[in-house]
């Protein structure tokens, strides 16, 4: 190994080992959607070899490879820790795929470190995990089309740009629809001939066909909502807006300071690499820049919520930036300055983000454990959060806290993700539910008869909260202290 390449693994190992401390000092990290996908792991097991099972097994959702990492933490941890262990592997895997990127065209190893800054953004805290899993492939497709290899028809180039596009169509159909708009708009703007572009794209018809064949089954089973068009592409344009796309987890000064820094750094990058008389520079690295500005691009003019996705346009940001710090030159200044800095910005970001969430753990989800460990096998549970926010994190990191007793125990929930059209396990036939729809994200909207459709209800609130709704409602407490509390429903249960 040279030089170089033994510095470039250190760094990544560096790398990996400050993005995998927040996931080592909790047991509930703040990601908002993360019970719901682990809890898809224990449908799936009550599911296969049992035809009575109210649900089925989609095996080919363009959305399933992703469970086969959860799955695989399930079988080696337990069902509690499986999810946040999914995430920490998918954290060491996007570090290891942006150091390889960066490697791959001798890009710089400090820039790609401060990369793994990006990590921890909004696409994290809200779970999109399905979303965080594609990053790797997507990053992939990108070497075979970019530079030398996105001329190369031969059977090997074929078939490997055949199979990247089979695991984003089963990991992720908006990264796919990214691949191949990228296939067509690159060839086309980079000047690959038109015989090899044809014969690249018919190359991947199949995976297309096979995604156009699925999508109306997505809308025949309800996965469509109104389209949100959100601010307008100037407006986003302002430092809050960024800010909240390209990072927007943690609240506080941190990620202003580390967002700070690398627009810091990219200014000193196109500054370096301004040619000016007869000095040598370091090039830019065009395709990946242009790649940079598609992601910019879909960020600014997008809608921020369409066919059911929350956050459609915001989630493009933190790739756009992690691809303009591998394509702009890293500043001139010394290699091991510029390594220290993102060491430290990195170090910076996830020992803030590992504080926090202990302190979120400790503050915010007190009495949850006691909770969960107090439910019997398979109950009927209904989850009300009447917190919604706090000061540590953004977001609504408590949304889906609830489904950890399906995740625990089994059962059923007021709401699961297997209610929607795309998930791997979803419910055989439409569940229409007797009970009030959208108490995840409304809890006041509840109503007395509500609760008779369940056995328990797991509740969030203050002590003034915990007080109104055992004078309101049919609810016995099961336990009697902390933010999240056990309640047994009492009344008579209707039929059925």
Known sequence: MTPGARERALLACVAGVLVAVPFLVVRFPPITDLPQHVAQIRLLLETVGHPESPYTVQWLTPYALVYGLIGTAWASVGPMAAGRVAMLAIGLLWVGTIHLLAAARGRSAAAATLACTLFFSHVLYWGFYNFLFTW????MWLVMTTGPRARRTGWTDLGLLLGCAVLLYASHILWLAVAIVWLVGSGLLFRVPLRVLALRVACVAPVLLVAALWFPHLAQRGFRSPTVWGPNPLARLWPGWLMGAGLGGLTGPVEGLVLGAIALWLALGLWAAWPRGNRTHEAIEWEWLVASGLLLTMALLLPILHTNTIRFAQRWLPFSIIL?????????????LLQGLAVCLLAVLTLTTATVWR??????????????????????????????????????PFLQTFAYAQVMRGGTLNFSFAEFAPSLVVYAER??????????????????????????????????????????????????????????????????
């Open 136 to 139: 790797p492939f997507f990053a």
């Open 324 to 336: 303009a710090l591998l394509a702009i030159p890293a500043p001139r200044l010394r290699p091991s």
């Open 431 to 496: 569940r229409r539910t007797p009970w009030t729809g959208g108490l995840e994200w409304f809890p006041e909207r509840v109503r007395a008869g509500d609760f008779l459709y369940f056995d328990y209800a797991l509740v969030n609130g203050g002590p003034d909260v915990h007080q109104a709704i055992v004078d309101r409602f049919p609810l016995v407490p099961v336990t009697t202290s902390g933010s999240w509390r056990l309640y047994a429903t009492s009344g008579p249960k209707p039929p059925g």
């Open 359 to 396: 302190t979120f753990e400790r503050s915010n989800l007190s009495g949850l454990q006691g909770a969960l460990d107090a439910l019997p096998p398979r109950p009927r549970v209904i989850g009300l959060d009447y917190v919604g926010s706090t000061p540590l994190v953004a977001g609504r």
